[in-house]
């Protein structure tokens, strides 16, 4: 059951139907015949779960329905994530910090369930553009953090978009870790998605401890992952970068190392 879409008939489109209108999204009589009300239904479905909505049915949709099994839909690649693959996504960083730091970050991807290879490259590629060392470092002083004659993160300190509440939020909440997680929201948030409570609000610095930072960023990428993967499945990079980062800040580093991770990691496992 690789694809199903209009003009099909047969037992395998009556379930589709089915767990469509299971779903809440009625596809009119459950009669084994995709028509135009299965396709609406389906569309609908698909725009719900962040998917591209073409109306078929295919190993990405038939997986979101649970009508095909993960592994039909993406295979696992987390076995050829080795140091040599990633390495070649990161042609100018020590090797030794690969071999240090990518064993939490590909546990926390397994633990997330994002091991397919368009979410496992969207991390690493997202590592590159915001830690090129592999190191989950803290955020360094920058024009666009700190004013000219102002203390450390200054400019970070008002940020309501952030959830900063005033000095001195601004330092307390800098970027951190793989993800460069910044603000006072953002650390209350996956702290609680981490079952951490408060603890990532009150000792901040937490965000830099490798096993940790693995972890947020893939609690990250999963808070995203549907529509990071329909911007993946479209080819479009810099929309996927902008879902992590809000701009275009690292685009470069982060095409350069998606592609080369394209070529450095086997599809097949």
């Known amino acids: 059951m690789a694809v199903l879409k209009r003009g099909m008939k047969g ?129 360094g002083l920058s024009r666009f953090n700190t004013s000219p ?24 909440f800098r970027g951190r870790g793989y993800i460069q997680l910044t603000g006072r929201f953002n650390y209350a948030r996956y702290g609680e998605l981490l079952g951490m409570g408060d603890e990532l609000v009150r000792k901040p610095e937490l965000a830099s401890d490798p096993l940790i930072a693995g972890r947020l960023l893939a609690s990250f990428l999963k808070d995203k992952e549907a529509r990071i993967k329909r911007a993946l499945i479209e080819g479009d990079l810099r929309h996927a970068r902008r879902l992590v980062n809000g701009g275009s800040h690292g685009l470069d580093r982060f095409t350069d190392a998606f592609h080369r991770g394209e070529r450095s990691i086997s599809d097949l496992a």
Not at 101 to 114: I, K, R, W
Not at 157 to 166: E, K, V
Request: charged share 25%; glycine share 10%.
């Open 149 to 172: 004659r102002g203390h450390p993160f200054d400019l970070y300190d008002a940020r309501r978009d952030l959830g900063n509440q005033g000095a001195p939020d601004g330092e307390r």
């Open 11 to 139: 037992a395998a489109v009556k379930r589709l139907q089915r767990e469509l209108k299971s779903r809440g999204f009625d596809p009119g009589l459950l009669d084994g015949e995709f028509g135009g009300g299965t396709e609406a239904a389906l569309m609908a479905f698909q725009l719900s779960e962040g998917l591209l909505a073409d109306g078929i049915a295919g190993p990405r949709t038939l997986g979101a329905l649970d009508l095909a099994k993960r592994a039909d839909v993406w295979p696992d690649v987390l076995p050829a994530v080795t140091v040599q693959a990633v390495s070649e996504m990161f042609p100018s960083t020590p090797i030794r910090n690969i071999r240090e730091n990518l064993p939490p970050v590909s546990t926390a991807l397994a633990e997330s369930g994002l091991t397919d290879k368009p979410m496992v490259l969207m991390a690493l590629a997202t590592i590159r553009a915001e830690t090129e060392s592999f190191k989950p470092v803290p955020e």
